[in-house]
């Protein structure tokens, strides 16, 4: 069974920064898309970045672009995201996703058999 662990999270100041991370347990093939998206309420799931196990190719959306770097660590199986300059916009749900196909939309959280439970990131002064 496949599961996904986020850790990380919580409260950051305005400009500051975070680090998200998502262990993944059960998985046993060698292609993988690990990815993060976010929530807040009364809003559809919004894309925020993805990384491939095959070739570390990277994606992220338009709202985090040049402020977010997600990598993985093959030993670990483990996907972790970085942000800076962080906007009280960016408060919301952050949720780690995986899949397993072989080709995905990556923006498209409808793709991804499986979610990690959520953590918090709230940014404020």
């Known amino acids: 069974q496949v599961q996904l662990v986020e850790s990380g999270g919580g409260l950051v100041q305005p400009g500051g920064s975070l680090k998200l991370s998502c262990a993944t347990s059960g998985h046993t093939g060698s292609t993988w898309f690990g990815g993060w998206f976010r929530q807040v309420p009364g809003k559809e799931r919004e894309f925020v970045a993805t990384?491939?196990?095959?070739?570390?190719?990277?994606y992220y959306g338009n709202s985090v672009k040049g402020r977010a770097t997600i990598s993985r660590d093959a030993a670990t199986n483990t996907h972790t995201l970085l942000m800076n300059s962080l906007k009280p916009e960016d408060t919301a749900v952050y949720f780690c996703?995986?899949?397993?196909?072989?080709?995905?939309?990556?923006?498209?959280?409808?793709?991804?058999?499986?979610w990690g439970q959520g953590t918090q990131v709230t940014v404020s002064s």
């Open positions: 990384i491939t196990w095959i070739q570390d190719k990277t």
């Open positions: 996703a995986g899949s397993a196909k072989a080709a995905i939309r990556v923006n498209d959280p409808e793709q991804y058999e499986y």
